[in-house]
């Protein structure tokens, strides 16, 4: 029995096994109350309405005026649970996935981004553009690109660029990005749906393409296990082994970053960082995370970079610290910081200094000590007296993963309870892990994995899907 012959895969399905997809979108918001045009403009091509944002905007324009925001999502609520008392609850969608109220829908309205948020992630952004520009590369690989406008300045400037991200992702943001394009520039925009720790669709996904690689990730390995962090470093020293060029991240230094924003505008921080992140993780991953190991932890001083270092080395990689402060473009200098207090203007530049982007590049051959995986996804089965047996191969991550949900949710209904042989496979990510757990709560008595190897077995104790899930 062919269980995937005839399944239709739905954007419903790639958004149920990647929600925070959805979290993308709080970036685009946050550049549009900053003042980007662009932004607003994409908002407005995703039918996203920007009520909500509009308000915070006009604070964040005037706060001589406005006086000092309040705290709007909630991460800023946990911040500061001393003056603010417990945030308020909002409603749950039907389906209890955080993920669809961070949709967004027209009905919802914008949220509401801090004057900290917003000014961490503009500095960020405009930042991150200006040393993909100035990296020497040929092109520029976002990776998460999520639905900013950087494709957009970069056809401006005639700088190549390849937007990727989830299929779920890309299949919304591309239409509204690309209809802000015109002419020739067009043609050096291009947009792939990817899976970062699957190596096969980041190589098919530069099939053809020549020149060396500058690959920029912004906010993504806050959602990524350390078995995914893993994948995702492989998989870029691979590329740059083949490729040329260099990783420019923001994500290991994003809570001291974080911090500096809220120090500058007046919001006080009382509760651990690290929490609020974290906490955030979890609610939208749906999955147990713990910390990423390439995020440093502010409280060791410099003795947290040290095992982000470590973990880049052991995966065949080494880093180069690129101070903020030596990079910050102007428009962050005037457009941005001109919306803060003045006497608080020189204390933030001043702070840019402990702040910085990583540039990573690959080790010597001899250093390396792990292979990128290149193996598909496959599953054969059958089903009798409403019990399913299944058998599945390769990698279940986010590029499979949809399949797999497809075909169970046209089943569901007539299952009782699933066996699934995972002695052929290789690997599952926190998409595959979604997956399962949808199966095993829509399941009368559960799914029971049996034959499951060292690497899968690692993945669930690290994620805690070995508690969850029943595995012989």
Known sequence: MDFFEGIEIDQEHLEQTNPVSGTAKMTLYC??????????????ALNLRQDGTEDRRKAWEAPEQQGAPEHGNAAEA?????QQGAPEQQEAPENENAAEGLALSEQQGAPEQSSAGILYTETRFRTMG??????????????????TPRAIEFAEKKIPYIGMDLPAAVAEAEPAILSRISGESKKLVHFRGVDATNYASLEAALEGVEGSLCITTEGLLPY????????LCDNIRQLLTEHGGCWIISDPEMVIGYRMASQAVGEDQHQDLWQIFWGMDREKADVKVGENPLIVDPGLGENGFRPAMMFLAKHGLKAERMVAAHYLPETVKTDCLRKIEPELVEAYLAQMKDYAFWKITPLSDELHASEAKTKNFDASGDMADSILFLKLKGRLDS??????????EKYRDVIRVGYIDCSELDYISSAGLRVLLIMQKGTGRGIILS??????????????????????
Request: charged share 20%.
């Open 31 to 44: 550049l549009w109350a900053a003042g980007d045009p662009e932004a607003g403009a994409i908002l407005e």
């Open 78 to 82: 946990l911040a500061a649970p001393e």
């Open 130 to 147: 200006i040393l993909a520009e100035q990296s020497g590369c040929d092109i520029c690989v976002d990776l998460p690109c999520g639905c």
């Open 224 to 231: 990524f296990t350390e078995s995914e962090t893993g994948m």
């Open 399 to 408: 590029i499979s993963a949809p399949n797999l949900l497809a075909f169970y």
């Open 451 to 472: 034959e499951v190897n060292d690497v899968v077995r690692e993945i669930l104790d690290q994620t805690g899907f070995y508690e969850i899930l029943t595995v012989e």
